[in-house]
Each structure stands twice: as structure tokens, then as C-alpha cells.
């Protein structure tokens, strides 16, 4: 993986440092904060900061204040700060419920970069709270370098929250030991409509505690529910600890304003007085836009989710909306569907940007899977496969339009990454066994969930010629992360071959399965 050069850098010294710059922010103390400073008259940081959409040159850096405060951050090659580079930052308040992002730009290039986020009184720069510290790394201009990334998601399914007793979120901790790049989070980032309890009884009888909030006592349904959704997860020292040292790259899913929603639906569940899910999804967006460092929701850049993140020569990841754009979840056998799952602008833009890129590898970061058929009540169908193995229908014929033109245009070194599903697996699609036959073979690896309820694994559905060597996924519904394992994915890309090594782990580092892939190949 890319590393400092000329700096004095040192691996063990990062380690500290991340750990030092968030270890302060323990649950106790941020209990505690908020009146000690509202004494002091100074702005906290206590729920740290994160650093989003990292390039050769660029990233953005987050931070929220518990009051009006003028964000000031500072850059520099050691986390000594000698020399530092200072960037001045937006006067954040209640209108983004006291988030706020700094863009940096003209950063060296696969370099480490320390930084502190100061923030002080919007009227009176002298009254200044403690600083919070992190660090990243930029992404390599010389293919020589290599990278290393994880992905995974689901984060607080199915009301299993953080949990004290099992350390919290401890997979993040796994995943942080193990210093990748950027972290890619698949989506549902929240369970919006999943309340959080002080108890559950496991079947074997033991008892699951979470750390409960006011916000996560119901479902999410006015801003201040969703943004107390995206603040809940924050809680947790091992979420804090990672942010502090690895970017991310996030896309969202359902669960951030509701299971299975889809853009003009009218919710049936009697938990809502708010039925209207584009009121609910405007709201929930709102909240994730000030909660994580994205750059294309700024409003001067178009307000959307679906992006490519360029990481040098050897990497563009295309991150995918398979949510806003959807028509309604049905059967799925329409002759004719152009909106489908991504909708025809989304659709366009993605085939062009493949069509543009130079990496030697285009990740496309899709919320939900391609072959799997995922239900949705009796008769509908919520991803993209709905169980006819025959020629494509319904939203497999703008699958079937993208493979095509990855074929035709020759586009190589596509992998599709994605979560959703509640368990791991690797599909292989091959047209030798499918009943579409224009692309060429490409692979799809599906890892998660971060901490959330297992579920059962899914049909295949033979379209587009799936064949899964891997699988492991419980043997019924909703197991917790007490009983079943959770899971993160890991991608190795090495600068001098171009080969990318995947590997599928689970909770506490254990590989499960891996595959090596070479690269300069159409599709794969």
C-alpha cells in the first residue's frame, strides 16, 4: 500500500496518533463534554472527524461543534505541524446541524497528511476549542504504489446497536489495524427505520444492551430524527478511531429513510405519520449530506450521490444511486424499462465515465447486487434479478445495456462490489452459461454487514450466467452479531503486476475467501 516518502513518516507513530487524536472521545466523555465547555464558553469536537473522496490531491475534512463555530483546519506532513499549511473553513450552525467540510486541494500526492481541525467562536477567534487530530493518505500517482481498500455496510440493523458489552462497533477496529487507504461503505449507513432498544433477549437467553438515544427511540421521520440517526453511530469509540484514520468513500441504500422504498411510494406502515417516502428521502438526504464529506452533494455540484472517485493510475471507483432514480419495485417483466434501477441519465453518465477511464481497474461500488433475487413482499422484486433465468426483463434490460457496452467498448478491469444482502459471497457471471450473451465475464463480491442482523442467502438468478464458488450466510433470519460473524471485504492492488487480490473477511480478520484477478481484461 501507498506510503510517506521524505517525511519522516513512521507506521507505528500514525497508529498512535489516530488512536491519541479520538481516544479522548470515549462515551463517558461525551457525556460529560457538553457542560464543561458550555462553562468554558469554548466549541467541542467530541464526535471527531472524518476525512471523505480522497485523491491524488484533494479531500474533504469533517467535523461537527456542539455550537456555532468557525472551522479552521490545519495540514501537515508530520504530526508535529512544523510548517503547517492552514485552511480556513465555513462558520457552522444550526442550519447543518453544526456539521461542517473543508475542501483541501493541491496536497502531495501518495503522501501521509496529518491534520487538525480547530474550532473557535465565530466572534472571538481566541476562544478556541481543543483541536482533534487525524490522518490519511493520498492516492498514488505512480502505478508503482500500491492500494489497499476495504468495503462493507449495514451499520445498526435490525435495532442490534452498539453494544458495550462486546466492545461496540470492534469490526471498525479490525479494519483500522489493518491500514487501508479509504474504506468504501456500500450503503445503509443507518436503519432509519429500525428503533434502537436497551435490551434484546438472544434465543440462548443472554442479553443484548445497546447504548440507546432519544433520536433512535422511533423511527426517523422529521430532520432532527435523521440526523440523531447519523449522530447515534458517532457514539461509538471504534467508529471515531477509524474516522480519525482512514477515508471513506459512502453511498446509501433503503435503510437510510426506509425498507425497500423507492422514489413516489406511499408507505403502508402503521410506525409512520409521515407516509410520503420523497418527504422522508428529502429529509434523510439532507442529513447525510452533513454528515459525511461528499463532494458532489455540495449544491454547487449537482446535489448527488452517484460520483467517480479517481485513486491514480490504478483505480476509479464508480460509486452507484441505485435508490433515487429507480422506477417502482414490481415484478420485473417489462419488455421496455428505460428508467430501471439507475434511472437514464445515471445510466448514461456511467457508461461514459467507464468509457473515459484510464485505471487499470474500475470498481463500481453498487448499493445492491446484480444476480441476486432480492424480494420484496410476494410478487415484487427489490434489486435488479427477479427469477426469470430467460433473456433480460423489467431493470436486467439496463444491466443487460451496460455489459453491452462494456464489451463493445472495450472496457477493462470492471469488478462490482456491493452489500445489502446481510452476508458474503463471490458470483461469477459468464455468458457461455447465461441467457444474455453480449459481454464479456466479470466478477461481483458481496461483504457485510458491519453490525447488523445475518440473514439467509438468496436464489441466484440466471440471466446473465452467475455461478457463486463462495458463500457463508446464517441459517436464519436476523442473527445477531453475538451469533453470526460480521463481514468486510478487502481489495489489494498491486502497483507493478496490476494484479487485484480480493479477499472476504470476517469479524476478527479471518479470510474466508479470496481471488486473484489479472488485469488488461474486458470486463474482467
Not at 503547517?84 to 467540510?101: E, I, L, Q, S
Not at 481541525?117 to 476562544?127: C, E, G, I, M, T
Not at 407516509?275 to 449544491?299: C, H, M
Not at 434511472?343 to 448514461?348: C, D, F, P, S
Amino acid at each position: 500500500m501507498a506510503q510517506g516518502s521524505g517525511d519522516g513518516f513512521d507506521r507505528r507513530s500514525l497508529l498512535r496518533g489516530a488512536a491519541a487524536g479520538s481516544g479522548a472521545l470515549a462515551l463517558p466523555a461525551l457525556a460529560c463534554a457538553a457542560p464543561a465547555q458550555a462553562r468554558s464558553g469554548r466549541p467541542s469536537a467530541s464526535w471527531g472527524v472524518q476525512v471523505g473522496d480522497v485523491t491524488t490531491s484533494s479531500g474533504l475534512v469533517w467535523v461537527r461543534s456542539d455550537r456555532p463555530a468557525r472551522m479552521v483546519v490545519q495540514t501537515a506532513a508530520t504530526e508535529s505541524f512544523r510548517g503547517a499549511r492552514t485552511w480556513h473553513g465555513p462558520v457552522v450552525g444550526a442550519g447543518t446541524d453544526f456539521t461542517g467540510v473543508t475542501s483541501l486541494h493541491g496536497l502531495p500526492s501518495g503522501e501521509q497528511i496529518h491534520y487538525r481541525v480547530l474550532l473557535a467562536d465565530p466572534d472571538d477567534p481566541r476562544r478556541g476549542g481543543e483541536p482533534v487530530t487525524g490522518t490519511f493518505r493520498t492516492a498514488p500517482e505512480r502505478r508503482a504504489e500500491r492500494i489497499r481498500f476495504h468495503w462493507s455496510g449495514d451499520l445498526a440493523g435490525q435495532g442490534w446497536g452498539i453494544n458495550p458489552d462486546r466492545g461496540g462497533y470492534r469490526i471498525y477496529e479490525d479494519m483500522r489495524r489493518r491500514d487501508p487507504d479509504f474504506f468504501l461503505c456500500s450503503g445503509d449507513n443507518i436503519y432509519a427505520d429500525n428503533p434502537i432498544t436497551e435490551r434484546v433477549t438472544l434465543p440462548d437467553g443472554r442479553i443484548w444492551r445497546n447504548v440507546t438515544t432519544e433520536e433512535k427511540a422511533k423511527v426517523a421521520e422529521t430532520l432532527g430524527e435523521f440526523r440523531g440517526a447519523f449522530r447515534y453511530n458517532l457514539l461509538d469509540d471504534n467508529l471515531r478511531r477509524f474516522n480519525a484514520q482512514v477515508p471513506t468513500i459512502t453511498q446509501w441504500d433503503d435503510h437510510e429513510v426506509h425498507n425497500n422504498w423507492y422514489p413516489g411510494q406511499l408507505l403502508d406502515d402503521d410506525r409512520y405519520t409521515v407516509k410520503d417516502a420523497d418527504v422522508l428521502s428529502a429529509r434523510s438526504l439532507r442529513a447525510f449530506s452533513e454528515y459525511f464529506p461528499i463532494r458532489t452533494l455540495r449544491a454547487d455540484r449537482g446535489g448527488r450521490v452517484y460520483r467517480v472517485v479517481r485513486h491514480g493510475p490504478l483505480l476509479d471507483v464508480f460509486v452507484l444511486d441505485m435508490r433515487r432514480y429507480r422506477n417502482a419495485n414490481s415484478p420485473g417483466r417489462q419488455t421496455d424499462d428505460r428508467q430501471g434501477i439507475l434511472g437514464a441519465e445515471q445510466l448514461r453518465w456511467l457508461k461514459r465515465e467507464l468509457s473515459r477511464s484510464r485505471a487499470v481497474w474500475k470498481v463500481i461500488a453498487s448499493d445492491m447486487p446484480l444476480g441476486l433475487v432480492v424480494p420484496d413482499g410476494k410478487t415484487d422484486f427489490e434489486a435488479v434479478a427477479q427469477g426469470d433465468p430467460g433473456a433480460p426483463l423489467g431493470r436486467e434490460l439496463q444491466l443487460a445495456e451496460l455489459l453491452r457496452h462494456i464489451k463493445h467498448e472495450r472496457v477493462t478491469g470492471t469488478v462490482w462490489l456491493t452489500t445489502d444482502v446481510h452476508y458474503t459471497s463471490a458470483q461469477h457471471y459468464a455468458p457461455e452459461r447465461a441467457a444474455f450473451k453480449d459481454f464479456e465475464p466479470f466478477w461481483e463480491f458481496v461483504s457485510g454487514p458491519l453490525n447488523a442482523g445475518g440473514f439467509q442467502s438468496l436464489k441466484l438468478d440466471g440471466t446473465f450466467g452467475p455461478e457463486q464458488p463462495f458463500i457463508k450466510a446464517p441459517d436464519r433470519p436476523n442473527t445477531s452479531p453475538a451469533e453470526s460473524p460480521q463481514n468486510f471485504g478487502e481489495i489489494d492492488i498491486d502497483g507493478g503486476s496490476g494484479e487485484l487480490t480480493v479477499r472476504l473477511r470476517q469479524e476478527g480478520g479471518e479470510v474466508l475467501f479470496s481471488k486473484v484477478l489479472q488485469p488488461g481484461r474486458v470486463g474482467q
